[in-house]
């Protein structure tokens, strides 16, 4: 039993100074974080110009090569078509109780 609660002793002491260490250390490194982050965010926002808080409006080139793009024409089939016809491809199911 001695050597028993030697450890068990050792380790709840390990415990608690390592779980007070964190209480100190933590909001340090936190508030560093947060400050790295901040500093980063304004830095790009001096090279990109402008207003953070400005609406741009981004245009993309349609016509890029590897983009897929569609083209939908419809047809007077697909106009005169309604409903379940149109709709897609149904698979049967059974209810399970």
Do not use: W
């Amino acid at each position: 039993m001695g050597p028993l609660l030697k450890f068990l002793l050792i380790a709840f002491a390990v415990y608690f100074i390592v779980r007070f260490l964190f209480r100190l250390i933590l909001p340090f490194a936190m508030r560093k974080a947060a400050e790295r982050i901040m500093k980063k965010a304004q830095q790009s926002q001096y090279t990109t110009g402008g207003n953070p808080f400005e609406y741009r409006e981004y245009r993309q080139n349609p016509q890029e090569e590897g983009k897929v793009r569609i083209e939908v024409n419809p047809t007077k089939e697909t106009k005169s078509k309604s409903g379940t016809s149109t709709a897609g491809e149904f698979v049967d199911f059974e209810e399970i109780k």
